[in-house]
């Protein structure tokens, strides 16, 4: 192996990003963190964590600050579709250290991370954005380029800076185009093959609504759907997915006004609760965008540089379990590396990236069908109807619904798989 300036260089500062350097640090591995935004920043998230995201980050320390600072707990699921709302219990996490979850505004959850990151010794470069990587396992070099409030610094606009690092990891999410990485190749799963849908996704925060503390509920909108939450110092979060010829007709009917202003206006007409929630409410922020939503296992990645979070798949947000998946990805790649030879080889770097894309579909593949189940619910006004109809008479479901969808999962991955080369 070549000399280099870091063990791993890790692409992106979310949960992913942040939680897989702040691990590889834990086992003495020397990390650099590059993220091209500088926080805090919004990001388009419903924030909701569930007991195995609030387990998964007791472990990396920072469980107890996440409670303190996030929402109440939340212990009731529902579901407004148009003019009926179905409210019903959360299903509790059983033997685990969270009953519930809670919700914690991303400008928050992703600051103390990446914080919790530098304390522990990550050395985070931001911000900065990752341009291209090359070389191979072992010793790749990495350009960036420093970004002044996300947008390039002109006087910088022709220096490059470079970084060696033995080994890559890529997180920089899904919602846009990632560095150049070269010899990208399949991770030879078929399953539940990327879609590439026409969802736009949304977010802001409110003061002044009315929505209980504690509940969480499913908007189901036609041609979209969405959820709201009331997150910590009280506010309100409203995030949601919409097709884009929905919002287009929506859009030709306002005849002006912003494409937040739209939203609103849709989210308000569509559905009763989000109206009488927001009556009395203020908008905090603009509506952040981002999309279209590519959901699915994404399965290209170059050889040698594992996937980690949205980078690696994405389920539809509709079963909030984004976060849960990036935190879980993270933890499984630093579980591979636990027992890692002192020369990090090609081969067994290759190894790991193939076992751990392995485990992440055995590990997310159920959830990311439900997810598409939900959403296809939800988004269809006949089926939320008839599925409102089913959960007026028996709330049970709407329970059962959410246990499905991981609410009440435990944090604990217990890994027998171990990298064939090592
Ligand atoms: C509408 C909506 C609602 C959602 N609601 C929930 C919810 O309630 N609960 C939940 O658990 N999940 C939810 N999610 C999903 C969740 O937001 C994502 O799954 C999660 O953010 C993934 O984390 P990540 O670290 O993989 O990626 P991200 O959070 O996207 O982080 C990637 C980071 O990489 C940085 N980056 C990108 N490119 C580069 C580059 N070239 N160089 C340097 N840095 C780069 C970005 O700036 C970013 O900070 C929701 C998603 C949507 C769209």
Known sequence: ??????????????????????????????????????????????????????????????????????????RQVAWMASERTIVAEMPACLGGRHAYGCAIGRDCLDMLLLEHARSQGVDVVQPAKVLRVSGVPGDFDCVYEWRCNGVIDERERRTEHHRKAAFVIDAHGSWERGPECHATERDGGED??????????????FDGATLAAGVLPVLCLPGGYGGMVVSDRGRTTIAC????????QWRAHARGGSAGDVVEAYLRSSCDGVAAALRTAHRQDSWHAVGPLRTGFH??????????????????????????????????LA????????????????DVQRTHAAICRKEFSARMRLAQLYARVAMQPSLAAAAAILMGSWPRALTAGAQLAGKARRGELELSWRPAVA
């Open 335 to 350: 579980k591979l590396f636990a027992h890692r030879p002192k020369d990090l080889r090609a081969a067994y770097i290759v």
């Open 192 to 205: 539940l093959q990327l879609q590439s849908s026409d969802l736009l996704a949304f977010k802001t925060t």
């Open 299 to 332: 399965p290209r990645s170059a050889s040698g540089i594992p996937r980690i979070g949205n980078a690696a798949a994405e389920a539809h947000p509709l079963i909030g379990e984004g976060i849960c998946m990036a935190l879980q990805s993270a933890a499984i």
């Open 1 to 74: 192996m070549k000399r280099s300036d870091t063990d791993a260089l890790v692409i992106g500062g979310g949960p992913a990003g942040a939680s897989v350097a702040i691990r590889l640090t834990g086992l003495g591995w020397r990390v650099t963190l590059l993220e091209q935004t500088s926080f805090p920043r919004q990001k388009v998230c419903g924030e909701c964590l569930g007991p195995a995201s609030l387990e998964l980050l007791d472990e990396l320390g920072l469980g107890s600050k996440v409670s303190e600072l996030a929402g109440p707990a939340i």
């Open 241 to 248: 997915c919409i097709r884009r010829a929905t919002l287009r």
